[in-house]
C-alpha cells in the first residue's frame, strides 16, 4: 500500500511541542470529540482530535476520525493523508483501510486503492463488507473477473448481504455472460425486493439484450414503489420508443428532468427524439443544456451538428461535426455526419473518407454503407457502389421494406414467361427519372 511521505506526528498542522497530557486528559478529550463528531460539530471534533495527537501523535483512532472528518467536508487530499498516517501507526486499521480504499478510487486511483482494500481483507478474512468494498473497486477498475470473485466470497460470508448479491449481478453481466446476470438478479430480487439498486441493474441488463417489454413491465412495477426515482422514467422512456410510442416516451423523459434536471442522458435522450418529430428549436435547447454540463460530451457535439443542420444551418453543423470527431475519434455517428456534410457541400473525396472510418468503427451498421454508396456514385466504380447499396436489403437501421416481401429479386435473369412488380423505394424524382427504363425492363419478358 502506498505510504505517506509526511511524518505522521507533523501532518495536517499537528504541534507535538505543547505542553504534557495525561492519559485521563487524552481520554475525556477524544470522549468529547467522538460526541461532538456524532452531532455534527466537524470543527469542534477536529480540534479535539489534533489536540489528542499534538501529545500522541500515534494514535490510530484520532487519525481514523480525523481522516473521516476530512471525508465529511470534502477534503480528500486532506482526508487520503490522514488515513495513510493512520495506517503507518496502526497497520491492522480495517476501517482506516476501508475508507482509504474507498476514497482512493473516488479519485480513480484504482491501484492504490485495491491495495488498500487488499491489506483489509488481510486483516479481516472474515468480513463480508470488506470483501465487498474489494469487489466495488475492482469493478471500478474494470477488473471484473476479480470483482466478482470478491462479491462471492463476501455472499459465502454473509448469504444476507445484499450489496454483494448487487455487485456480484453487475461483474457477471460486466463479463459478458448478461442472461447468467439477469436470472441471478431476478432471483436476488426475490430475496430483497426492496433493495432499488437491484431493480436498476437488472433492468439496465435487460436493456442491453433489448428485453424492451420486460424493461416496461419492471419499470412501471419500479416507478409503483419508487416514483421520485429519474432513472426508472428513463428506462421506461426507452421501452416507449422501442414501441414506437414517442410521444409517451417523451412525456416520461421529461418527468425524468422534472425530478432531475441535470440529467445529462436524459437531455440526450429527449432532444433525440424531438429531433425525429421535428422539433428542432426545443431539441435545440435540450442539447445546449447537455452541453452547458458536458461541455466534450461528442454524443451531445454530434446532436448538436444534426439539429443545426435541420435548422439550415449547414456550415455551422459540420463545425459540430468536426467537434464531435475530435473529442471521441471513435465515435463512429460523428464521421457518418461528417460524411453527410460533406457529401452535401459536394467534397466527395473528403465525405468517403469518413464514411470509411465510421464503417471501421461501426461495421454492421449499414446505413454507413449506404451513405457511401451514394457519396461514390460519382466516382466511377459502379461495383464498388452497388455492393453497398445492395445492403439496405439486409435487417439493418437502413433496411427497407421490400426486404421482408416473398418474391425473389431481379438480378437480370431472363423474365420470359414471367411476371414481375417494379416498386417505388425513392422519392417521387426518382421515380420520374428511373421510368425511362421501364421500357427496358419490360423488353426482358
Known amino acids: 500500500m502506498k505510504k ?3 511524518n505522521p506526528s507533523m501532518s495536517s498542522g499537528i504541534d507535538t511541542s505543547s505542553p504534557p497530557m495525561t492519559s485521563a486528559t487524552a481520554s475525556r478529550l477524544f470522549s468529547e470529540a467522538v460526541t461532538a463528531h456524532k452531532e455534527g460539530r466537524l470543527d469542534t471534533a477536529a480540534s479535539g482530535y489534533l489536540k489528542i495527537l499534538e501529545h500522541f501523535p500515534r494514535d490510530a483512532e484520532s487519525r481514523f476520525l480525523l481522516g473521516s472528518i476530512f471525508s465529511e467536508k470534502n477534503q480528500t487530499q486532506d482526508a487520503i493523508d490522514m488515513l495513510q498516517s493512520c495506517v503507518e501507526c496502526k497497520q491492522n486499521h480495517v476501517r482506516a483501510l476501508n475508507a482509504l480504499g474507498a476514497l482512493l478510487a473516488q479519485e480513480t486511483r484504482y491501484d492504490e486503492a485495491i491495495n488498500a482494500l487488499h491489506s483489509a481483507t ?15 473497486a475492482y469493478l471500478k477498475a474494470g477488473h ?14 454473509q448469504p444476507s448481504f445484499w450489496p454483494a448479491a448487487n455487485g456480484y449481478g453487475l461483474s457477471v453481466g460486466k463479463l459478458g455472460q448478461k442472461k447468467e446476470a439477469i436470472d441471478f438478479l431476478t432471483k436476488s430480487i426475490e430475496k430483497w425486493p426492496e433493495e432499488i439498486a437491484l431493480h436498476l441493474t437488472l433492468i439496465g441488463y435487460l436493456l442491453a439484450e433489448e428485453r424492451f417489454e420486460e424493461v416496461r413491465s419492471r419499470s412501471l412495477d419500479a416507478l409503483s414503489k419508487w416514483p421520485q426515482a429519474s432513472q426508472f422514467h428513463i428506462y421506461l422512456s426507452v421501452a416507449q420508443h ?7 416516451a417523451i412525456k416520461s423523459l421529461e418527468k425524468a428532468l422534472e425530478l432531475e434536471p441535470n ?5 440526450d435522450q429527449i432532444s433525440n427524439h424531438l429531433y425525429a418529430i421535428g422539433q428542432w428549436k426545443k431539441a435545440e435547447g435540450y442539447c445546449l443544456k447537455s452541453l452547458d454540463l458536458e461541455p466534450n460530451s461528442a454524443k451531445a457535439l454530434n446532436n448538436m451538428g444534426r439539429i443545426r443542420q435541420m435548422r439550415g444551418d449547414l456550415d455551422g453543423s459540420g463545425q459540430w461535426f468536426m467537434q464531435s470527431a475530435e473529442k471521441d475519434p471513435d465515435f463512429g455517428d460523428a464521421y457518418n455526419n461528417l460524411g453527410n456534410y460533406y457529401l452535401y457541400t459536394d467534397r466527395i473525396k473528403e465525405a468517403i473518407n469518413n464514411f470509411d472510418r465510421a464503417i471501421e468503427l461501426k461495421p454492421e451498421l449499414i446505413g454507413f454503407r449506404f451513405n457511401r454508396a451514394i457519396a461514390m456514385m460519382t466516382q466511377g466504380n459502379p ?12 435487417k439493418s437501421d437502413n433496411k427497407v421494406e421490400a426486404s421482408d416481401w416473398p418474391y425473389p429479386r431481379w438480378n437480370g435473369e431472363s423474365l420470359s414467361r414471367k411476371r414481375a412488380l417494379i416498386w417505388a423505394e425513392q422519392g417521387i424524382g426518382d421515380q420520374v427519372i428511373f421510368s425511362r427504363y421501364a421500357t427496358c425492363f419490360a423488353s426482358q419478358a
Open 4 to 6: 505517506t511521505e509526511s
Open 122 to 136: 488481510q486483516f479481516a478474512n472474515n468480513d463480508a463488507r470488506t470483501w465487498c468494498n474489494l469487489g466495488r
Open 144 to 157: 471484473f473477473s476479480s470483482s466478482r470473485d470478491a462479491f462471492h466470497e463476501a455472499l459465502t460470508l
Open 242 to 248: 422501442k414501441a414506437g410510442e414517442l410521444e409517451e
Open 263 to 267: 440529467n445529462v442522458s436524459a437531455l
Open 383 to 394: 461495383a464498388e457502389v452497388w455492393r453497398d447499396y445492395r445492403e439496405r436489403f439486409e
